[in-house]
């Protein structure tokens, strides 16, 4: 849900930036290469898919149309994403959103981790492209009720639980999901305004609802 606001760790000038000389996905190294063609494909794939969702419907759109629109095999298509829902779901965000998480400072509550890691994703532009990104939050929002939808947004919470567990140690899991709960839906809704109204300056949204959220002193 995140990564559909126009955001993108992708810059050349960010310090973790994945394609750094330290990443395991640099040109230089040969096995994060293929990763990073692996990548490119699945978001190409994903790319397409939800261009024909948005112009031709979810139901409409076929497999075969997808595997045509990129130039691939059907087969192709079906061995990165089995079925049609995975092209709605697949988040790319998740691994860039780690990577800023885990770079701010040791100590530093999760709340406020997550507020200066989602600033600087979304300063440094677009994970998703503007037009695709809004597709695929307009799909998720409208399936919400879906069993695709509703296992996206347990499996947001779930991950960013294990972000949170890492800066707070000592605390219950109930408390560390209660951040993650919370972190989550703040994001959501700041997603959902954006879709509704995309001249929304949903940085400034987001850094402001997680302010609000950190000075509750629920991760403390």
Not at 115 to 124: G, K, P, S, V
Not at 183 to 189: A, D, F, K
Not at 199 to 205: L, P, S
């Amino acid at each position: 849900m995140v990564n559909s606001m126009p955001a993108s760790p992708h810059s050349p000038h960010s310090p973790h930036s994945p394609h750094s000389p330290h990443s395991p996905h640099s040109p230089e190294n040969p096995g994060g290469l293929r990763a990073r063609k692996r990548e490119a494909t699945r978001a190409s794939i994903q790319d397409a898919a939800l261009a024909l969702f948005s112009r031709n419907g979810y139901e409409a759109t076929t497999m075969e149309q997808i595997a045509q629109a990129v130039g691939i095999s059907t087969r192709t298509v079906h061995r990165y994403f089995p079925r049609k829902q995975d092209m709605v779901t697949y988040d790319r965000f998740n691994p860039f959103l780690s990577q800023y998480y885990r770079a701010q400072p040791p100590g530093m509550p999760p709340i406020q981790a997550f507020r200066e890691a989602l600033d600087a994703i979304i300063r440094d532009s677009a994970v998703d492209g503007h037009v695709t990104g809004r597709a695929r939050l307009q799909l998720l929002l409208n399936r919400s009720l879906s069993i695709g939808g509703i296992a996206d947004y347990i499996d947001t919470q779930r991950f960013m639980a294990t972000l949170v567990a890492e800066r707070m140690p000592g605390h219950t899991a109930e408390q560390v999901r209660v951040v993650a709960a919370a972190v989550t839906g703040i994001v959501t809704m700041v997603a959902a305004d954006w879709l509704d109204n995309p001249a929304t300056d949903a940085r400034a949204t987001l850094d402001e609802a997680l302010a609000l959220l950190a000075a509750s002193g629920l991760d403390t």
